[in-house]
């Protein structure tokens, strides 16, 4: 075998990383390289130094370490199975990598994971021996995720955490018995329990700093994690208790939800299709509904057939169609969690209709210009000079409201 | 008309300067023209008047905030827009509130604007790399603002390079950076600019490697990363082809069967399920134990929380179940209840060290609600299926002693459900003769709402620890000497 230059190492292990849907930079510790030796700062929000043409934020640069892998999960590319091409940087390759990039102003920082080699251990170490070089031997102040191997030792877990920004260990599947089949040699048990540890050892830094400010920071954007939709049968309604009970349980930032795709090399025991991208878009709307919008998941899908979320319209729109009883509601009147409910209408939009309610009664024109687009909207409020004519039954509603379907194709 | 000649086109301070004296002057809004430079636009400044009163001014702090930005705006009227809601301020105090208001709407529409343009320089600007004549590095970036921004943005930079030595230039001026301070410089032009770097080529393979072409989706892209910048990418010149190929990808993959594994790769077998019947050992008990699944409270839990403590102790204490942080962590008694426990064993004179600590049922119940996690006790089958591990623990162990905290523990041990009250400091005994003393559960002590009740509580437990003290007191914290 000719030995791999580090640029076709780079193609080979950036194209083996693309499947993880995380690129965020956000939500860390404010920091910069003021006074330091090194370069990198970070900022509340996180920045997307560039988009691919599916749409999604290049914010980090995102490679495996290796994609050799001793597991076979069938989803995955870089399972041992699979015919692909393997390579391997070096923790000096992916050091120099990062840095020249960063320099460059193409990347907020590194997300590094890796296929598994020899031991779940040895490969957690290599990750951190990445990290280590990046904070200690160059003072790097960017962002570092960096993915948990599932089985690694408590302790090296503790010190990726000591040098990540966000670490993260993917539950991959909805079920443990999908888990099982897809993903043989993954113990959902070990899965779990890192990210109990984690949890606790989050929760114990964030109070010694409260303490004292020269108390490590441990993992400060906290931990994500990542579910395949459309390998198994799981339902949505599985998928989104199976979130609920991660983000109950672990206090995770988010999980991220990643149509299944085909691979280049791809298992026989998996769907052969074009990934299920607008299922994808439900569920992260279904996400944001539970984590910003009061909703429970059971409300969520109180009625959906089979436990499935209505692909034609958008989760919030589906429950007020259902729940036309509930509407209109007075916007000038209504308390914060009611406003939440009404389809078209954000965060963002009800702050700002609270805090201009209390010196002026709201029109249909003021609503018009705090959001994007009154027409949905307007059939589910009433303002001082506006109320939705006769109310039309939930079915015709829907298909006045629900999107053509040539831009659902679009989306 | 009133001309207020500005020195740059985001010279807020110079605005903040006319705006004031003219407010408190009383000159309207329409009868200001705010020029920027030394171009020829309208009369040279008639002074501002005197005459009229002077009125006290004051705005909210947010209008500040909202003005910085606003300014940046390339927009023409910015000034002007800026000068008539600092006037209408003076009367309508709430104004900012009122979102819909077309002045207050339209400046947050200019400061948002604004807030993109520098956010999308901080995304977008591309250094490239040049020789600086003494052999050590610099970088060099072109880039297009939309708006005034460079003094704004500027920090974003130095903080972020601050070891670097770099420079932006851009049509509305140049940012340089020597590593110790900023200098803004003239206006550039991109022939100043270097046409290249050698890592480029290592970016754009990392930007084609990084694309999925089974996902395609370009307005989503151009939404975040609009063509107009797309000439300053290096990037940029590969979404086309991509685009291009990426339906012809996907359906390769779609069509193309599935390959079968090399020759070389064997499945790993499958691990053996644990043998129950043949556990010889409180380790080989404690690693079963993991994969229980002898009732449902699996599912949902983090993982077993196995007893925990010397395999010789003297005495056993069993609890009801793990709590959220026992669950998270793997650990008996470590959350809230434990401490009260640890506690108590303190002030009772006993080694805490010395004793093994358990739970009737080895799995978290808990009902989740909102983010929390609330815990829900155990019925009399989950509580049963559990039992098996609470005796090969006991079988393992032999205590001399058997301590059941709480209700449940004591039903755990007793098979039977018996008031608490009624069994507490009394001397029983388990089926197979081993001695066993009933109290309350630590977190019986941490919901008595009352202070008092507490502490009366809390003297009770540590008394019936002390019982277990002379009962067993090889369990006794050796005598201070």
Same mark, same amino acid.
């Given at each position: 075998?000719t030995?791999?230059?580090?640029?076709?190492?780079?193609?080979i292990?950036?194209?083996?990383?693309?499947?993880?849907?995380?690129?965020?930079s956000?939500?860390t510790?404010k920091r910069? !390289?003021?006074g330091?030796?090194g370069?990198?700062?970070?900022?509340s929000s996180?920045? /997307?130094? !560039?988009y691919?043409p599916?749409?999604?934020?290049?914010?980090?640069?995102?490679?495996?370490?290796? $994609?050799?892998c001793?597991?076979?999960?069938?989803? /995955?590319? $870089?399972?041992s199975?699979?015919?692909v091409?393997?390579?391997r940087?070096?923790?000096e390759?992916?050091?120099?990598?990062?840095? $020249?990039?960063?320099?460059r102003?193409?990347?907020?920082?590194?997300?590094?994971?890796?296929?598994?080699?020899?031991?779940p251990?040895?490969t957690?170490?290599?990750?951190v021996?990445?990290?280590e070089?990046?904070?200690l031997?160059?003072?790097?102040?960017?962002y570092?995720?960096?993915?948990?191997?599932p089985?690694?030792?408590q302790?090296?877990?503790?010190?990726a955490a000591?040098?990540?920004?966000?670490?993260?260990?993917?539950?991959?599947?909805? !079920?443990?018995t999908?888990?099982k089949?897809f993903?043989?040699?993954?113990?959902?048990?070990?899965?779990?329990?890192? *990210?109990?540890?984690?949890?606790?050892?989050?929760?114990?830094?964030?109070?010694e700093?409260?303490?004292?400010?020269r108390?490590?920071v441990?993992s400060?954007?906290?931990q994500?994690?990542? *579910?395949?939709?459309?390998?198994?049968?799981?339902?949505?309604?599985?998928?989104?208790?199976?979130?609920?009970?991660?983000?109950?349980?672990?206090?995770?930032?988010?999980?991220?939800?990643?149509?299944f795709?085909?691979?280049?090399?791809?298992?026989?025991?998996l769907?052969?299709?074009?990934?299920?991208? *607008?299922?994808?878009?439900r569920?992260y709307?279904?996400?944001?509904?539970?984590?910003?919008?009061g909703?429970?998941?059971?409300?969520?899908l109180?009625a959906?057939?089979?436990?499935?979320?209505?692909?034609?319209?958008?989760?919030?729109?589906?429950?007020?169609?259902?729940?036309r009883?509930r509407?209109?509601?007075?916007?000038?009147?209504?308390d914060?969690e009611?406003?939440?409910?009404i389809?078209?209408?954000?965060?963002?939009?009800v702050?700002?209709?609270?805090?201009?309610?209390?010196?002026?009664?709201?029109?249909?024109?003021?609503?018009g210009?705090?959001?994007?687009?009154?027409?949905?909207?307007?059939?589910?409020?009433?303002?001082?000079d506006?109320?939705p004519?006769?109310?039309?039954?939930?079915?015709?509603?829907?298909?006045?409201?629900?999107?053509k379907?040539q831009?659902?194709?679009l989306? | 008309m009133?001309?207020?000649?500005?020195s740059?086109?985001a010279?807020?301070?110079?605005?903040?300067?006319?705006?004031?004296?003219?407010?408190?002057?009383s000159v309207?809004?329409?009868?200001?023209?705010?020029p920027?430079?030394?171009?020829?636009?309208?009369?040279?400044?008639?002074?501002?008047?005197?005459?009229?009163e002077?009125?006290?001014?004051?705005?909210?702090?947010?209008?500040?905030?909202?003005?910085? &930005?606003?300014?940046?705006?390339?927009?023409a #009227?910015r000034?002007?827009?800026?000068?008539?809601? =600092? %006037?209408?301020?003076? &009367?309508?105090?709430?104004?900012?509130?009122?979102?819909?208001?077309?002045?207050?709407?339209?400046?947050?529409?200019l400061a948002?604007?604004?807030?993109?343009?520098?956010?999308?320089?901080?995304?977008f600007?591309?250094?490239?790399?040049?020789?600086?004549?003494?052999?050590?590095e610099a970088?060099v970036a072109?880039?297009?603002? &939309?708006?005034?921004?460079?003094e704004?943005v500027?920090?974003?930079?130095v903080?972020?390079?601050?070891?670097?030595?770099?420079?932006?230039?851009?049509?509305r001026? #140049? =940012?340089? %950076?020597?590593?110790?301070e900023?200098?803004?410089? &003239?206006?550039?032009?991109?022939?100043?600019?270097?046409?290249?770097?050698?890592?480029?080529?290592?970016?754009?393979?990392?930007?084609?490697?990084i694309?999925?072409?089974?996902?395609?989706?370009?307005?989503?892209?151009k939404?975040?990363m609009p063509?107009?910048?797309w000439?300053?990418l290096?990037?940029?010149e590969?979404?086309?082809?991509l685009?291009?190929?990426a339906?012809?990808?996907t359906?390769?993959?779609?069509?193309?069967?599935?390959?079968?594994?090399?020759?070389?790769?064997?499945?790993?077998?499958?691990?053996?399920?644990?043998?129950?019947?043949?556990?010889?050992?409180?380790?080989?008990?404690?690693?079963?134990?993991?994969?229980?699944?002898?009732?449902?409270?699996w599912?949902?839990?983090?993982?077993?929380?196995?007893?925990?403590?010397?395999?010789s102790?003297?005495?056993?204490?069993?609890?009801?179940?793990?709590?959220?942080?026992?669950?998270?962590a793997g650990?008996?008694?470590?959350?809230?209840?434990g401490?009260?426990?640890?506690?108590?064993?303190?002030?009772?004179?006993l080694?805490r #060290?010395?004793?093994?600590?358990?739970?009737a049922?080895?799995?978290f119940?808990?009902?989740?609600?909102?983010?929390?996690?609330?815990h829900?006790?155990?019925n009399?089958g989950?509580?049963?299926?559990?039992?098996?591990?609470?005796?090969?623990?006991l079988g393992f162990?032999k205590?001399?002693?058997?301590?059941?905290?709480?209700?449940t523990?004591?039903?755990?041990?007793?098979?039977?459900?018996?008031?608490?009250?009624?069994?507490?400091?009394?001397? =029983?005994?388990?089926?197979?003769?081993?001695?066993?003393l009933?109290?309350?559960h630590?977190s019986?002590l941490?919901?008595l709402?009352d202070?008092?009740?507490?502490?009366a509580? #809390?003297r009770?437990?540590?008394?019936?620890l002390?019982?277990?003290?002379?009962?067993?007191?090889?369990l006794?914290?050796?005598k201070?000497?």
């Amino acid at each position: 075998m000719t030995q791999l230059t580090t640029l076709q190492k780079l193609e080979i292990l950036s194209d083996a990383a693309k499947y993880d849907a995380s690129c965020a930079s956000s939500g860390t510790t404010k920091r910069d !390289s003021v006074g330091g030796k090194g370069i990198g700062s970070t900022t509340s929000s996180g920045i /997307c130094h !560039s988009y691919a043409p599916d749409g999604r934020c290049i914010s980090l640069l995102k490679v495996l370490l290796t $994609n050799f892998c001793s597991y076979d999960c069938v989803f /995955c590319i $870089n399972r041992s199975s699979s015919n692909v091409q393997r390579a391997r940087f070096s923790v000096e390759e992916v050091v120099a990598l990062t840095l $020249n990039f960063y320099k460059r102003n193409y990347i907020e920082g590194l997300f590094l994971s890796s296929g598994i080699i020899r031991s779940p251990d040895y490969t957690m170490g290599e990750l951190v021996r990445v990290a280590e070089a990046l904070r200690l031997d160059h003072d790097f102040r960017g962002y570092i995720h960096l993915k948990l191997i599932p089985s690694a030792s408590q302790d090296l877990i503790d010190r990726a955490a000591l040098f990540a920004d966000r670490v993260s260990i993917n539950v991959e599947l909805p !079920s443990e018995t999908s888990l099982k089949r897809f993903a043989p040699e993954k113990q959902p048990l070990d899965i779990r329990s890192a *990210m109990g540890g984690l949890k606790l050892k989050i929760d114990e830094s964030v109070a010694e700093r409260e303490r004292s400010k020269r108390a490590p920071v441990f993992s400060p954007a906290g931990q994500s994690t990542q *579910m395949i939709v459309g390998a198994d049968e799981a339902s949505d309604a599985t998928i989104l208790q199976h979130s609920a009970h991660l983000y109950g349980a672990y206090g995770l930032r988010r999980v991220y939800y990643s149509a299944f795709s085909p691979i280049p090399d791809s298992s026989k025991q998996l769907p052969l299709s074009e990934p299920p991208l *607008m299922r994808e878009h439900r569920l992260y709307q279904a996400d944001w509904l539970t984590r910003f919008y009061g909703f429970e998941v059971d409300e969520i899908l109180d009625a959906a057939p089979g436990g499935m979320l209505d692909l034609a319209v958008d989760p919030k729109l589906a429950w007020a169609l259902r729940h036309r009883g509930r509407f209109p509601v007075d916007v000038n009147r209504a308390d914060r969690e009611l406003l939440l409910r009404i389809p078209g209408l954000g965060t963002r939009s009800v702050d700002r209709i609270l805090a201009m309610r209390r010196f002026r009664s709201l029109r249909l024109e003021d609503v018009g210009r705090l959001v994007r687009s009154l027409r949905v909207l307007r059939q589910f409020i009433v303002t001082a000079d506006w109320r939705p004519g006769a109310a039309l039954d939930g079915e015709r509603l829907k298909a006045l409201l629900a999107p053509k379907p040539q831009q659902l194709a679009l989306l | 008309m009133f001309v207020a000649r500005l020195s740059h086109p985001a010279d807020f301070e110079g605005w903040r300067s006319f705006a004031r004296r003219f407010a408190q002057g009383s000159v309207a809004p329409s009868a200001i023209d705010w020029p920027v430079g030394d171009s020829d636009s309208g009369l040279f400044g008639e002074d501002v008047v005197a005459g009229g009163e002077d009125r006290a001014l004051s705005v909210p702090r947010a209008f500040i905030a909202l003005a910085q &930005e606003v300014i940046c705006h390339s927009d023409a #009227t910015r000034f002007d827009l800026l000068y008539r809601l =600092l %006037w209408r301020l003076q &009367e309508e105090r709430e104004l900012l509130q009122i979102a819909s208001d077309h002045d207050v709407h339209r400046a947050e529409a200019l400061a948002r604007s604004v807030r993109r343009d520098m956010h999308k320089m901080t995304a977008f600007v591309r250094f490239r790399e040049v020789d600086d004549g003494q052999g050590g590095e610099a970088f060099v970036a072109w880039f297009e603002p &939309e708006h005034h921004i460079l003094e704004k943005v500027a920090a974003f930079f130095v903080e972020r390079f601050t070891t670097m030595r770099w420079t932006i230039l851009t049509p509305r001026g #140049t =940012l340089l %950076w020597d590593g110790r301070e900023l200098r803004l410089g &003239e206006a550039a032009t991109r022939a100043q600019a270097p046409t290249s770097d050698a890592m480029e080529e290592w970016w754009r393979t990392y930007y084609a490697s990084i694309f999925n072409p089974a996902r395609l989706k370009p307005k989503a892209m151009k939404a975040e990363m609009p063509v107009k910048y797309w000439r300053n990418l290096p990037e940029a010149e590969l979404i086309s082809p991509l685009i291009a190929d990426a339906a012809r990808r996907t359906q390769e993959m779609i069509m193309s069967a599935p390959t079968s594994p090399q020759k070389r790769w064997a499945a790993a077998p499958e691990p053996a399920a644990a043998d129950l019947s043949a556990i010889e050992s409180w380790e080989e008990a404690a690693s079963a134990a993991r994969s229980c699944r002898r009732c449902d409270l699996w599912c949902d839990a983090t993982q077993t929380v196995f007893g925990e403590g010397p395999r010789s102790a003297p005495v056993v204490f069993v609890g009801e179940q793990p709590g959220d942080q026992e669950d998270l962590a793997g650990k008996p008694f470590i959350g809230p209840a434990g401490k009260v426990f640890d506690r108590a064993m303190a002030d009772a004179g006993l080694d805490r #060290t010395q004793a093994y600590v358990t739970n009737a049922v080895k799995h978290f119940k808990f009902q989740l609600r909102g983010k929390r996690r609330i815990h829900e006790k155990p019925n009399a089958g989950e509580v049963k299926a559990c039992r098996f591990w609470l005796d090969l623990e006991l079988g393992f162990v032999k205590p001399q002693l058997v301590v059941a905290l709480g209700a449940t523990a004591l039903k755990a041990l007793t098979g039977h459900a018996g008031s608490l009250t009624a069994a507490r400091g009394r001397e =029983l005994a388990l089926p197979d003769g081993t001695p066993l003393l009933a109290t309350v559960h630590p977190s019986y002590l941490l919901r008595l709402p009352d202070e008092d009740a507490k502490e009366a509580e #809390t003297r009770r437990f540590i008394a019936d620890l002390k019982q277990v003290g002379s009962l067993v007191p090889t369990l006794r914290l050796p005598k201070a000497a």
